[in-house]
């Protein structure tokens, strides 16, 4: 079947109404009545196939440009009093966007897009070293079809649940999830999120956490110098206050680093 007589067939199963949800069997029922082969059949339906997902990938594309577009300033409503800045002179808890600051912002534009997001079930995996990994993906997706994944991977930390963090195993589980999930949707969508200082920058860096890459990077150092990753949680959560290495900040990020590299992490003095 040469490239004209498959674009007749192709211009003859549109014209027969290939344009509802019965599309598949409009094709085979139009295949038939051309008398075409099986295989030149299955050959057809898979460049057909093919050309509607090129298509779909153009139509999110556009949808997303239009939600770029119309997406308001997200918000940040979340307080975290660990880490301070400087503003107009005073000190005040570095701001971030909490998860449900991001999803009230963009729910309404993605709607007038056709765009919805999702999340997978998250998976927690055991490494050969015994170490525990949640994944957790999420899926922005257009009603034509097209859809993309954003995947995050984050250590699950040795202590979570533990009496020492006061947490039950479901709720340690729980507060990695909530962080897995919204930073794989600022990624999917491509938020900022950054503070509203009024016009007035802080005299130091916002204390954001830290992302998938960031941790993946101490956990990296952590295993090549071969240090204990109890004794590093322990000096973090005394220097700091934090539990997990998803609760550090791009602020005290590169001194965890800085001791990392020189092997030099404490846990007897902060």
């Known amino acids: 079947m040469d490239g004209v007589e498959s674009t007749q067939i192709v211009a003859d199963v549109q014209g027969a109404g290939f344009q509802n949800r019965t599309e598949a069997g409009s094709f085979i ?107 957790l993906e999420c899926i922005i997706a257009h009603s034509g079809g097209h859809e993309t994944r954003h995947a995050i991977e984050l250590p699950v930390a040795e202590h979570a649940g533990s009496e020492k963090s006061k947490t039950s195993p479901q709720q340690g589980i729980g507060v990695i999830i909530a962080y897995a999930q919204r930073y794989s949707l600022k990624n999917g969508l491509a938020l900022g999120c950054d503070p509203d200082y009024d016009g007035n920058a802080p005299t130091m860096e916002t204390s954001n956490p830290i992302s998938a890459t960031e941790i993946k990077r101490i956990m990296d150092l952590i295993e090549s110098k071969n240090i204990d990753e109890n004794r590093v949680v322990s000096w973090i959560n005394k220097k700091w206050g934090v539990h997990t290495f998803a609760d550090l900040s791009m602020t005290n990020y590169p001194e965890v680093i800085h001791e990392l590299e020189k092997r030099k992490v404490e846990t007897s003095n902060g």
């Open 29 to 135: 029922l139009a295949g038939i009545d051309k008398g075409i082969s099986t295989e030149q059949m299955q050959q057809l339906y898979e460049l057909y196939v093919k050309e509607k997902q090129r298509l779909a990938a153009i139509d999110y594309h556009n949808a997303f440009a239009k939600f770029q577009g119309a997406c308001p300033r997200i918000p940040t409503s979340g307080r975290n009093e660990q880490f301070m800045v400087t503003k107009n002179g005073t000190q005040q808890p570095s701001q971030y966007a909490t998860l449900t600051d991001i999803t009230e912002t963009v729910r309404q534009p993605l709607a007038e897009n056709n765009i919805s997001f999702s999340w997978s079930d998250a998976i927690v995996k055991e490494k050969e070293d015994g170490k525990q990994t949640l994944t």
